[in-house]
T-cell receptor
């Protein structure tokens, strides 16, 4: 158990809908990262937050947004969903001043029908 | 552009034989290098990392990796494979200053260990 908690584990929705994925980092970790894993694209970095502030942005679509709250949990919002958004979404956290390794949650599997 | 390549989609080995999963990288500066393992329907688990120092890094579950700067490679190895090692393995790199954390991952290599 990495200590990173993600909910929900599975989500099935329709095209055009909006969903929110939630992540709680390990105790003491200030950074949260979101990754998308799909068969064709592999693991793609979406966005990073550090202590509530956006730190880095990757291949995140404009239809997607994220935030990190004062209690350090994070939410990833996916809107106007398309079939191609079906994927496994991972959250990870890292320790402040750590050696760079990330600790991943179990993921949220999104299926868009 | 920074990138990581895992040239083999799948590696098959017999239990008890040594295994190697290959990784090459292209980044500017001195990278931090990582290996992760993913079991079916699970998140990624950290195996080991190279930051500086000894080119041979030892990690979890008997795995080790060899950093080769001239060949820009960071191959994962294990002297004797177990059936339970069967999983998806990812190499990742972080740009210089590596605690930034937004790792760049390779496509992954599926390791299959047969009894």
């Amino acid at each position: 158990d990495s200590g990173v908690t993600q909910t929900p584990k599975h989500l099935i929705t329709a095209t055009g809908q909006r969903v929110t994925l939630r992540c709680s980092p390990r105790s003491g970790d200030l950074s949260v990262y979101w990754y998308q894993q799909s068969l064709d694209q592999g693991l793609q970095f979406l966005i990073q937050y550090y202590n509530g502030e956006e730190r880095a942005k990757g291949n995140i679509l404009e239809r997607f947004s994220a935030q990190q709250f004062p209690d350090l949990h994070s939410e990833l919002n996916l809107s106007s969903l398309e079939l191609g958004d079906s994927a496994l979404y991972f959250c990870a956290s890292s320790a402040p001043g750590g050696g760079g390794e990330l600790f991943f949650g179990e993921g949220s599997r999104l299926t868009v029908l | 552009a920074q990138s990581v390549a895992q040239p083999e989609d799948q590696v098959n080995v017999a239990e008890g034989n040594p295994l190697t999963v290959k990784c090459t990288y292209s980044v500017s500066g001195n990278p931090y290098l990582f290996w992760y393992v993913q079991y079916p329907n699970r998140g990624l688990q950290f195996l080991l990392k190279y930051i500086t120092g000894d080119n041979l890094v030892k990690g979890s579950y008997g795995f080790e990796a060899e950093f080769n700067k001239s060949q820009t490679s960071f191959h994962l190895k294990k002297p004797s494979a177990l059936v339970s090692d069967s999983a998806l393995y990812f190499c990742a790199v972080s740009p210089e200053g590596g605690s930034q954390g937004n790792l760049i991952f390779g496509k992954g290599t599926k390791l299959s260990v047969k009894p």
